[in-house]
């Protein structure tokens, strides 16, 4: 061996440690970098040279080390678990955001603001109860009621103005989304250009796509995977979101609904105010996230802020109609399927839930008041008769119109209270439809129509308006008043919050509210006022027939299903509270573990900064040793 090689292999020492002196000052001068994962050298032998063998072994020389790589300290096992507990949380946190909103908006954390103006509606019903003449009362009860419209519209429209108003946070993450595609794909191209030569790692440009693909991770759930070419594919629910060097961007556009009638023939599509998340360009991926279905831990469909948002607000408005009754349907099975596809959607959406139930709240209200001072007869259960008891099907008013008997609910006219005006107005109420102001279509028919009562009387639902006829003669015109019903596929028939409002022509005079008893029903005393009224209304506010959640047997009555109401809301609250708690724990500890690995560690790193200063100054000695060696040759022996 010559001193010359000697002299080599110092030098190729030198090398080494200042390469792992420069790895370990890049390491100290990135430790607050976010995303930066400690770098290590690794050595090898340069390789050795056989100069002699004996039947012992064989002798070599080594002709000094050198890095072979600067690789990265991380495990792709905890990085890819940190992602998907990451993104887990995310979801969360944006269910218990919006579990707090709700509160907020319905008042003071316990909805004292609504709940007062429902016991002040509820004690002026009881006050005229006990004593229905005192118009003062009765002016009280129209100031209440319109006080307890007035802040359930309000808690309503900040509901849905709340899911119109994330339409910012979804366009902002939308961006965000596509922005980290687009450096994530300019990142693979330089990482692939890099290390084609299989020299060098691109570490740095690796620490920043991680890092860009930990904060994809908060937004959206993915799959991803690494070629051997070190570019990296990112796919969203199987549609590609990175491919090599190429981005896919998403998109936004307005929310469309199908609306189907009664017998679930598709009518029509309407567009909403919200948003939804698309594929852009024309690559025909359609959406990006399937909300059919309920979030599901198994599915990953529980994970991302994107998808918690899309998944707290819904995908519409909710109404009382959401929440399936199990005596809307003919059977178990249908019911069953109606519960199915409630907790997939409304149940599965806590803004739309929280509309649908406050709504079934509110709608109670009004039609337990409605119904006091307008009360129906449902003639598909009570069959329709003429004056001689034979059964009517159809009847023919003036102007054309045939009437189905058999299938409408109609105002009992005869005995249903009426108007202290001087006409004696039947058939008013004080909530009324926006778009069907009208609660009754009134018909003239060429006769009375019958039903029985409770007792076995022949009663008539037609209202007998006397005149006199050229002759002189009293004659009689009939009306009926046929309800103009419900449909459950048309909201604008609904007693629902975003189609109410006050009777305008009951606040400009008080007097049309029937309040007094109807001069055609024998058992009331025409021009006084009757007190069943309220005790009607209070019987139906007491009554236990209003369902929170389908999924539980238990139903309300008004003050116990504001309660339970509240309640629930508080207990999903604080189940995403918890869910939170303990899903921040469970990432922590995987970050935890990942910053053992891969973390810079000052203290380690000044380590090993030491460790290769003195590798470096040995070297160096090294060196001066071979060099002192040569001197002494050429100066002394030659």
């Keep these: 061996m010559s001193l010359f090689t000697s002299f080599n292999s110092g030098v190729a020492g030198i090398h080494a440690a200042q390469s792992g002196l420069n790895t370990t000052a890049h390491n100290l001068s990135n430790t607050k970098t976010p995303g930066y994962v400690r770098q290590q050298n690794i050595q090898k032998d340069v390789y050795y040279q056989l100069y002699k063998t004996t039947d012992k072994a064989n002798m070599q020389i080594g002709y000094g080390t050198t890095v072979a790589a600067i690789r990265q300290i991380r495990d792709k096992f905890l990085d890819k678990e940190f992602r998907n507990e990451v993104s887990r949380l ?311 119109t045939v009437i189905d008997l058999t299938s409408v609910k109609v105002l009992d006219a005869n005995r249903c209270p009426v108007g202290a005006d001087a006409d004696e107005t039947r058939g008013t109420e004080l909530f009324v439809r926006k778009a069907q102001p009208d609660r009754y279509q009134v018909y003239e028919v060429p006769g009375p129509v019958y039903i029985t009562d409770e007792n076995g009387n022949q009663v008539a639902v037609t209202q007998a308006v006397p005149y006199v006829d050229n002759t002189g003669a009293t004659q009689y015109t009939y009306k009926l008043y046929v309800y103009n019903e419900e449909d459950y596929h048309d909201v604008n028939t609904l007693y629902t919050l975003q189609n109410l409002e006050m009777n305008e022509k009951v606040l400009e005079n008080y007097s049309y509210l029937p309040v007094k008893g109807n001069p055609d029903d024998p058992s009331q005393l025409p021009g006084t006022y009757v007190q069943d009224i309220y005790k009607n209304m209070l019987d139906k506010w007491h009554a236990k027939d209003t369902v929170l959640d389908p999924n539980s047997l238990a139903e309300y009555e008004t003050s116990g299903y504001y309660a339970a109401m509240i309640g629930a809301w508080g207990v999903k609250g604080e189940v995403w509270d918890s869910m939170v708690a303990a899903q921040q724990s469970t990432t922590n500890d995987v970050e935890n573990k990942r910053q053992q690995i891969s973390g810079v560690s000052t203290e380690e790193e000044m380590v090993s900064l030491l460790s290769f200063q003195h590798a470096y100054n040995a070297a160096s000695r090294y060196i001066t040793v071979i060099d002192d060696m040569l001197e002494h040759i050429i100066t002394r022996l030659g």
């Design 90 to 400: 995310s979801f969360y946190e944006v269910q218990q955001i919006t579990a707090q909103e709700v509160y907020d908006i319905i008042g003071e954390q316990e909805g004292v603001e609504f709940n007062n103006a429902l016991n002040s509606l509820w004690n002026t019903i009881q006050e005229l109860n006990n004593d229905p003449q005192k118009i003062t009362d009765r002016q009280q009860f129209i100031t209440e009621a319109e006080a307890f419209l007035e802040k359930a519209t309000n808690a309503y429209q900040a509901f849905r103005d709340y899911q119109v108003n994330l339409n910012s946070q979804i366009r902002a993450q939308v961006k965000s989304i596509n922005q980290m595609a687009d450096e994530i794909a300019q990142l693979n191209a330089k990482i692939s250009q890099i290390e084609s030569s299989g020299v060098e790692n691109a570490n740095d440009y690796r620490d920043r796509r991680n890092y860009l693909m930990d904060e994809l991770a908060k937004i959206t759930y993915y799959d991803y995977y690494e070629h051997a070419n070190g570019m990296v594919d990112i796919r969203i629910n199987n549609a590609p979101l990175v491919e090599d060097a190429h981005s896919y961007h998403m998109a936004t556009e307005k929310l469309k609904i199908d609306n189907y009638d009664e017998n679930g023939n598709f009518i029509n599509t309407s567009t909403t105010q919200m948003l939804k998340v698309v594929w852009g360009g024309k690559n025909g991926y359609g959406d990006v996230y399937d909300l059919s279905e309920a979030a599901s831990r198994d599915k990953n469909t529980d994970t991302g802020s994107l998808l918690g948002i899309l998944t707290a607000r819904g995908q519409r408005y909710g109404y009382y109609t959401d929440i399936p009754l199990r005596k809307d349907y003919p059977g178990e099975l249908p019911y069953q399927e109606a519960l199915k596809e409630y907790n997939n959607t409304v149940g599965n959406c806590f803004l739309e839930q929280a509309e649908a139930q406050l709504d079934m709240l509110v709608n109670k209200v009004v039609k337990a008041i409605n119904d006091a001072f307008a009360p129906n007869v449902d003639l598909a259960q009570n069959a329709a008769q003429d004056g001689n008891g034979n059964a009517m099907t159809t009847i023919t008013a003036t102007g054309g």
